[in-house]
């Protein structure tokens, strides 16, 4: 882990908290070495204006290349409004959400500690805020006339706080960077240090609680630091040198938001935001299909109040037809149409929700080969069935969210065209881990999609390597970082 320190103008600022060595001075900031390394700072001097010493400590830390919070941009666009309030459109959803006052001219004053705050409907707003202006605590002036908006941030200081407020404050530190109270001693043998993001509320993640200890446990050999972090870990990601997420990713969430900023700080990181834009939408695959000349079946584009493109469909793929949303997973928002009256109901209810569609010729299998693939290189397979009665894998429409049953085995196994499509699928979108979803017909492999961040799940994808497929992934960590240490990246 890097090193994490709290820096404060005076000893006794820190009075009514719980003593630790790693809350320094300013003063003894200025006579650390310039070029220590992984070291993060949380600056709590008092005074953040331009060319105070809480500025300074900010500034100075950057140029250590130290991770810091406040960093000097999120200083610089509070000090003025006109630079913050151009940053606030993507908050106006969450505002939204907030319940009206019966009585407009409504203000509400709050404060946020490190993305947190005492009103859990305000917990969303704190959250994004924390996210784009990332600082210990930021006090949120919101007003309601028709709608609420915020009218003011402003950054303040600790020691400006009140008893109750302090006992927030510091729950939420504690919270934020557990590091600070219960500092983590790392083995001798560590090299690096490795965060899973998971997330405890999804209902399907791509890994089970087996397979996270399997993957903690593979890179325990391989010298790694294993850490499971969730999504209000955002802001600690510089404390890591690789992320591997294992969570479904979607482009407009916040594992996407994960995979931008380790990317930027650094990390080595599966899957890149490269791979999560072009494998979470159909619409770019079938693009990118067509122009690497990928074998997948017939495919259309359906475009909302274009008749025309609904004909071409239809004469071109004929019915049955599939018809999906672009960023549908897990079989979710993908329908099976049987007649002319059938699909004009279902795209109707599907352009709800994008405004285009994907169309493709219904090809009936037993099962779909999955290709596990890793750096263009096939990993493991398996043959998911379908669930009964059913024609996809997951059938959502049961209350339970029945899939069917699968077999596992060695790629040596597949046949060569189905191997040969999912790698050719593959080599368009980048070297991270894909799971390939291909259909065998006569004799021939159908790329139906290219999924990053794919399933593995412990007795399922694991089931003829064992502990050799966690392995695996975690060896390509060690490779990748190991080349950026020795000047050797690839």
Request: proline share 6%.
């Amino acid at each position: 882990m890097s090193q994490v320190l709290i820096v404060i103008d005076q000893p006794s600022d820190w009075a009514p908290y719980y003593p630790s060595e790693r809350v320094i001075t300013f003063a003894d900031y200025l006579q650390l070495p310039a070029r220590q390394q992984r070291v993060r700072i949380i600056n709590l001097c008092g005074d953040y204006d331009y060319r105070s010493e809480g500025y300074y400590c900010s500034l100075l830390a950057e140029a250590r290349s130290h991770h810091v919070l406040p960093s000097v941009r999120t200083l610089n666009d509070l000090s003025v409004p006109q630079l913050y309030k151009l940053q606030l459109a993507p908050l106006v959803p969450a505002l939204n959400k907030l319940q009206k006052p019966q009585e407009p001219g409504t203000h509400l004053l709050v404060k946020s500690y490190f993305g947190q705050c005492a009103e859990p409907a305000l917990q969303p707003l704190a959250r994004l805020l924390f996210d784009r202006f990332p600082c210990p605590v930021l006090e949120i002036h919101l007003a309601c006339e028709k709608s609420w908006e915020i009218v003011d941030l402003r950054i303040c200081s600790h020691r400006d706080l009140s008893e109750e407020e302090e006992t927030r404050f510091a729950d939420a530190l504690d919270s934020f960077s557990n590091q600070v109270w219960r500092p983590f001693k790392k083995s001798a043998n560590t090299r690096y240090d490795l965060a899973i993001l998971v997330n405890p509320e999804e209902k399907l993640p791509p890994s089970d609680q087996s397979a996270l200890k399997k993957f903690a446990s593979a890179g325990r050999e391989l010298g790694f630091s294993v850490e499971m972090i969730t999504p209000a870990d955002y802001m600690r990601l510089p404390e890591f040198d690789a992320l591997f997420i294992r969570e479904t990713t979607a482009i407009d969430h916040h594992t996407y938001r994960f995979a931008k900023k380790a990317e930027a700080e650094g990390l080595v990181v599966l899957d890149d935001p490269t791979s999560i834009m072009r494998c979470t939408n159909k619409i770019y695959l079938a693009d990118l299909f067509a122009t690497h000349k990928v074998p997948a079946p017939k495919t259309s584009i359906l475009r909302r109040g274009d008749e025309d493109s609904l004909q071409k469909a239809l004469a071109d793929l004929g019915l049955p037809m599939v018809v999906k949303i672009p960023d549908g997973s897990f079989s979710r928002g993908v329908v099976k149409v049987q007649t002319e009256e059938e699909l004009r109901d279902k795209v109707e209810e599907l352009f709800t929700e994008s405004s285009l569609l994907l169309a493709q010729e219904y090809l009936y299998t037993e099962f779909d080969w999955r290709i596990g693939v890793l750096n263009n290189k096939p990993l493991y397979a398996c043959r998911y069935y379908m669930a009964k009665n059913h024609w996809q894998i997951y059938d959502h429409n049961n209350k339970k969210n029945i899939s069917g049953g699968f077999s596992t085995l060695p790629t040596f196994e597949v046949p060569k065209a189905v191997l040969q499509a999912a790698l050719k699928a593959t080599k368009p979108i980048g070297n991270g881990l894909y799971g390939v979803d291909v259909k065998e017909s006569t004799g021939k492999g159908y790329v139906i999609e290219v999924n990053d961040n794919p399933s593995i799940e412990s007795g399922v994808e694991d089931k003829y390597l064992g502990r050799e497929l966690y392995r695996q992934i975690l060896e390509e960590f060690a490779r990748r970082l190991d080349a950026r240490r020795t000047g050797h990246d690839s």
